[in-house]
């Protein structure tokens, strides 16, 4: 049984986004950073569209600005007053690879770097000749894995509160969609899953599960025992899992991210999904990667090959030596983040919000209903309110939902902003303190 086709709607994360700049408020809305890319890959990047080869690449690696201005001949005072544009120019192979087409399932060198990476990690280094497909970021690998081995038809467990990408390509693809609820155990301070709804989800004829861990909105991470709880349910009833693991080393206190694909009876099942966009704050960049099971690749890289050809070859470029820096370099991405989360999290509650501090990912998921100005609105009057009267941008509570009414007590608050920033919308969201109910 297919269900009910529906033509896809602009995500409603964007719209905040575009309501945001319209409004001149805080964007707190998208996932999207104000903090610099990482510059190690900015530079291979630019390199590499710059020199065209790797054979330039390596020698821009070294240049110095005196090789430049002897090659070009220039007196050093008037190579000094030449824009940076001009002296660039003269600085491109004669012959190109990396601005033209490349393999369509990854540059050899990155799914090398994927490889390597990944085994830094875990107890697990997927083949890059027939595991590994560098896509256009994680979103487009989740429509190319959905697409290459489900059918129009098939179920497909998604814990809600969810990323809304799950359940519109889930409608773009036909598939049938079960949601299983993450409840919020305030006392305790976790998200829970609870296990029964899994467990009769998983035998309703399931094709495959979707997880994210570290979770957005809520900023779960699934524990060890939850985990293992998920692969002995997908190896009863055959289930593919499909992990979207881009928070991988956003993890606060001592919070771990497992690969699933090294649990017992889990390495056929498993297909993990990745991407570059918030582990090297380059969401606009646009590359990504599927690891799966040798039988699964050809179909993947078939749709992906159709979709989209490739990732842009300068940006894997990029991405290959952003994936061989030391693991110390990912080893220190949480601090950070884990001091824009206490502050966010102590502002918020400080006006009234009630917020489970998140183990992982960068997502407040705020229950307002004690906040007086906000607590008699839907979440969507309530984020624009936030926008036009206090100059922040959330996201409804109810867009993570597709059941039930869990949903409509809750904003999301997206915390990757540079500290500045965040500074600002918590002086903005403290106005909330002096405003009367609505
Ligand atoms: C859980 C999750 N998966 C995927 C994405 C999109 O990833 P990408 O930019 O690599 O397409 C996001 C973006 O916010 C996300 O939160």
Same mark, same amino acid.
């Given at each position: 049984?297919?269900?009910?086709?529906?033509?896809?709607?602009?995500?409603?994360?964007?719209?905040?986004?575009?309501?945001?700049?319209?409004?001149?408020?805080?964007?707190?809305?998208?996932?999207?950073?104000?903090?610099?890319?990482?510059?190690?890959?900015?530079?291979?990047?630019?390199?590499?569209?710059?020199?065209?080869?790797?054979?330039?690449?390596?020698?821009?690696?070294?240049?110095?600005?005196?090789?430049?201005?002897?090659?070009?001949?220039?007196?050093?005072?008037?190579?000094?007053?030449?824009?940076?544009?001009?002296?660039?120019?003269?600085?491109?192979?004669?012959?190109?690879?990396?601005?033209?087409?490349?393999?369509?399932?990854?540059?050899?060198?990155?799914?090398?770097?994927?490889?390597?990476?990944?085994?830094?990690?875990?107890?697990?280094?997927?083949?890059?000749?027939?595991?590994?497909?560098?896509?256009?970021?994680?979103?487009?690998?989740?429509?190319?894995?959905?697409?290459?081995?489900?059918?129009?038809?098939?179920?497909?467990?998604?814990?809600?509160?969810?990323?809304?990408?799950?359940?519109?390509?889930?409608?773009?693809?036909?598939?049938?969609?079960?949601?299983?609820?993450?409840?919020?155990?305030?006392?305790?301070?976790?998200?829970?899953?609870?296990?029964?709804?899994?467990?009769?989800?998983?035998?309703?004829?399931?094709?495959?599960?979707?997880?994210?861990?570290?979770?957005?909105?809520?900023?779960?991470?699934?524990?060890?025992?939850?985990?293992?709880?998920?692969?002995?349910?997908?190896?009863?009833?055959?289930?593919?899992?499909?992990?979207?693991?881009?928070?991988?080393?956003?993890?606060?206190?001592?919070?771990?991210?497992?690969?699933?694909?090294?649990?017992?009876?889990?390495?056929?099942?498993?297909?993990?999904?990745?991407?570059?966009?918030?582990?090297?704050?380059?969401?606009?960049?646009?590359?990504?990667?599927?690891?799966?099971?040798?039988?699964?690749?050809?179909?993947?890289?078939?749709?992906?090959?159709?979709?989209?050809?490739?990732?842009?070859?300068?940006?894997?470029?990029?991405?290959?030596?952003?994936?061989?820096?030391?693991?110390?370099?990912?080893?220190?991405?949480?601090?950070?983040?884990?001091?824009?989360? !206490? *502050?966010?999290?102590?502002?918020? =509650?400080? /006006? +009234?919000?009630?917020?489970? #501090?998140? $183990?992982?990912? &960068?997502?407040?998921?705020?229950?307002?209903?004690?906040?007086?100005?906000?607590?008699?609105?839907?979440?969507? !009057? *309530?984020?624009?309110?936030?926008? =036009?009267? /206090? +100059?922040?941008?959330?996201? #409804?509570? $109810?867009?993570? &939902?597709?059941?039930?009414?869990?949903?409509?007590?809750?904003?999301?608050?997206?915390?990757?902003?540079?500290?500045?920033?965040?500074?600002?919308?918590?002086?903005?969201?403290?106005?909330?303190?002096?405003?009367?109910?609505?």
């Amino acid at each position: 049984m297919t269900t009910q086709y529906q033509p896809p709607q602009e995500s409603v994360i964007r719209l905040m986004t575009r309501l945001a700049l319209q409004h001149d408020a805080v964007n707190l809305s998208q996932g999207i950073t104000d903090e610099p890319a990482v510059y190690e890959m900015i530079w291979a990047g630019l390199a590499a569209s710059l020199g065209g080869t790797d054979a330039r690449m390596d020698r821009l690696e070294t240049l110095t600005l005196k090789d430049i201005c002897d090659a070009q001949g220039s007196d050093p005072e008037a190579f000094l007053n030449r824009p940076l544009k001009n002296i660039l120019a003269g600085l491109q192979d004669e012959s190109d690879r990396f601005n033209q087409y490349s393999f369509p399932f990854g540059l050899p060198e990155l799914r090398e770097a994927i490889a390597d990476y990944t085994h830094q990690f875990y107890d697990y280094r997927p083949d890059p000749d027939d595991q590994i497909t560098v896509t256009a970021g994680a979103t487009e690998a989740l429509s190319s894995v959905l697409r290459a081995l489900c059918a129009p038809g098939d179920g497909l467990i998604i814990f809600q509160p969810f990323h809304e990408m799950y359940p519109s390509q889930a409608n773009l693809f036909g598939l049938r969609p079960t949601y299983v609820t993450l409840k919020e155990n305030h006392s305790a301070g976790r998200w829970e899953m609870d296990r029964d709804e899994l467990k009769g989800a998983a035998a309703n004829n399931c094709r495959a599960i979707i997880l994210n861990s570290p979770h957005n909105p809520t900023g779960k991470v699934f524990s060890k025992d939850e985990l293992e709880f998920i692969s002995s349910l997908c190896i009863e009833h055959d289930l593919l899992l499909i992990t979207d693991e881009i928070y991988e080393h956003i993890l606060y206190g001592d919070h771990t991210h497992y690969c699933m694909a090294t649990f017992d009876g889990m390495a056929e099942r498993t297909i993990i999904i990745n991407s570059i966009s918030k582990t090297a704050n380059a969401s606009g960049w646009r590359v990504g990667w599927v690891l799966s099971p040798p039988e699964f690749t050809q179909p993947i890289r078939g749709v992906h090959d159709t979709l989209v050809v490739q990732a842009p070859t300068p940006l894997q470029k990029g991405a290959e030596r952003l994936l061989r820096l030391d693991k110390t370099f990912y080893r220190n991405i949480h601090p950070l983040f884990q001091q824009k989360r !206490d *502050a966010l999290v102590t502002a918020l =509650q400080s /006006i +009234g919000f009630q917020a489970t #501090p998140p $183990d992982g990912s &960068y997502y407040l998921f705020a229950n307002y209903r004690n906040v007086p100005a906000l607590k008699d609105l839907a979440p969507m !009057d *309530a984020a624009m309110y936030l926008i =036009q009267e /206090i +100059g922040v941008a959330s996201v #409804p509570g $109810d867009n993570f &939902y597709n059941k039930g009414d869990d949903g409509n007590n809750y904003l999301r608050f997206s915390f990757c902003r540079r500290l500045q920033t965040l500074e600002e919308a918590t002086k903005r969201l403290r106005m909330l303190d002096h405003e009367a109910p609505h």
